[in-house]
């Protein structure tokens, strides 16, 4: 299979899946090496700017307002805290910062001119900026892109088959139509999803075949291991199994092979063995932090351990455009 062979159909992706898992890792190391500087991770840091209180009903999410999760739904962040924690992140190694809200879709309110401004102080401090805002029209877009905003996050999140099963309250064509929007307008694209929500090995091979078939391809692709929290309605799913966390990450690496592949949510819950089999299988960004949006994500020691181990560093910041860097 080559990359460049379009339209990718979804056999080509189920047998590159369904390789015994040290071919596929094998080849995914290959592939990883010819377009990537191996010891190289890319370190985002989250920040929660609205916390809670969501109207859309995604299963797997603690800030639905229609699950009974231990999330208080909260008002926007200060943005001089978020300014703080953006410096914070910078210092312990962070090259992204990506500002989330638990939003169904941007509407043009004032909420949305404070997260403009923040995209534009927090570039300023030379980091790369992310949101990840829920939906978004063209107009809106453009505004995110004319701030100053690299990437948009907005997941597929799983197959268009098992959609319906996790999320009733919008479809899988609304994200397909949010992502064109971020493309026209012409800003970087972080599009992944999640696995170990209840789904089968038809429905991951599904997603990749979905998040793969974008052109371009995206440039950042989170891989979510599902985070059970209490009181969602996959409270009960079983932690993943390590190997189909490699064998995602894999084919994402061989199918999108100049893209950012982020081992995402659910580290906590892996081993550093699993984690070196994801480097290895071309995984080469992280979020670094001790949190996600509202759970936890390993401590900054830990990571620092586990690269040290490794041979892995951050990637490297840009320069800053202000030198009034908060402490
Ligand atoms: N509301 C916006 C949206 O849905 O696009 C942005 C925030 S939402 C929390 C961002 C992403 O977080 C989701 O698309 C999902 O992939 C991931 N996520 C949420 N809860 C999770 C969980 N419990 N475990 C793993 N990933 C999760
Ligand atoms: C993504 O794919 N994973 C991040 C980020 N994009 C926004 C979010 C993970 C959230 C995990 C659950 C939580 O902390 O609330
Ligand atoms: Fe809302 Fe996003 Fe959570 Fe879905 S994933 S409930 S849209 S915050």
């Known amino acids: 299979m080559m990359a460049s062979d379009r339209p990718l159909s979804r056999q080509s992706v189920a047998n590159l899946y369904r390789q015994p898992l040290l071919e596929l890792v094998f080849q995914a190391a290959s592939v990883h ?18 916390t809670g209180g969501c109207p859309e009903n995604c299963a797997y999410c603690p800030q639905s307002a229609h699950h009974e999760a231990e999330v208080q739904a909260e008002g926007m962040l200060d943005p001089e805290e978020v300014l703080t924690r953006a410096a914070r992140a910078k210092r312990a190694g962070a090259n992204r910062f990506c500002m989330g809200a638990a939003w169904r879709e941007v509407r043009n309110d004032q909420e949305f001119e404070t997260v403009l401004q923040l995209v534009e102080r927090v570039k300023s401090l030379g980091l790369e900026t992310c949101a990840t805002l829920g939906m978004v029209d063209d107009q809106q877009a453009q505004r995110l892109a004319s701030a100053g905003l690299d990437y948009y996050n907005h997941n597929l999140d799983t197959s268009p088959e098992f959609y319906q099963q996790i999320i009733q309250t919008r479809r899988f064509e609304d994200r397909l139509a ?9 800003m970087k694209v972080c599009c992944g999803g999640i696995l170990g929500m209840g789904e089968s090995e038809e429905d991951r091979i599904g997603l990749l075949h979905a998040l793969a078939s974008q052109d371009p391809a995206p440039e950042s692709v989170p891989i979510n291991a599902l985070v059970p929290v209490a009181g969602t309605p996959l409270e009960e799913q079983p932690t993943l199994a390590w190997e189909t966390m490699v064998r995602a990450v894999a084919t994402a690496r061989i199918l999108m092979p100049q893209s950012r592949v982020r081992l995402s949510a659910g580290r906590t819950a892996m081993t550093e063995e699993a984690q070196a089999l994801c480097f290895l299988a071309g995984a080469n960004s992280v979020f670094l932090g001790d949190r996600l949006l509202t759970t936890a994500n390993p401590e900054r020691h830990q990571d620092q351990k586990l690269f040290d181990k490794l041979g892995l560093k951050p990637a490297a910041c840009q320069e800053e455009t202000t030198s009034s860097v908060p402490q």
């Open 33 to 50: 090496r010819m377009h990537h500087d191996p010891q190289e991770v890319q370190c985002s840091t989250l920040i929660s700017l609205k």
């Open 178 to 186: 949010t992502l064109q929007s971020v493309r026209r307008a012409g």
